[in-house]
Each structure stands twice: as structure tokens, then as C-alpha cells.
């Protein structure tokens, strides 16, 4: 069977999807002695993240074991994960926590 998301690290809250996901297709990504399966609520395109688990409001999104942002909303698990629902520091985030000279 190939591989249709990636987990790159066992804290991660996030997988990388591999191929287009369908919504409503249960995905299962494997690493060590970990595995997720996860039924997506929506379409993840090719190279996008989706949501291993329920993320809180103001929550760390976790990939490759770090800190890649925060949740601008609840996240639930398998939907996408993207810049609608979160803020990584590329895009500002320590602005919006630190102010304009952050």
C-alpha cells in the first residue's frame, strides 16, 4: 500500500498530505511506534497539512516536532490546516504576539 500522508516527527499534530486527499477518506500515517488514523472533514490538496487531532483556539500547530505556529480558531481533526485557521511566524505571529518591531 503507498503512503497518502506523511508524519515526519511522533509529536506532531499535523501530517503532510502525499497525493489529493478526498474529504470523508480515513487516512493512517505510521512513524516508530505511532499510528493516526484520521477520516478528513474536507479536500487536502497535494503537499498540504491536515490535523491529526482536535488543536485548540491559540493552540501550537507541531510539525517536525516544532512549533510551526498557532490555532486562529478550533481545529478539528482532518481538516486542513492552512493559513485560514493559522498563523505561523513567517506570517506574522510574532507581530500579532509581540507588536509591529517583533
Known sequence: ???KAILLNPEDSVATA???LEKGESIRVSLD???IDVIL???IGFGHKYALRDIA???EILKYGL???KALSDIRAGEWVHVHN???ERFGFHREQYGLNA
Open 67 to 69: 512549533p510551526i505556529g
Open 18 to 20: 502525499l497525493t489529493d
Open 1 to 3: 500500500m503507498t503512503n
Open 86 to 88: 493559522c498563523r505561523g
Open 33 to 35: 511506534h505511532i499510528t
Open 57 to 59: 483556539k491559540g493552540g
Open 41 to 43: 472533514c474536507e479536500d
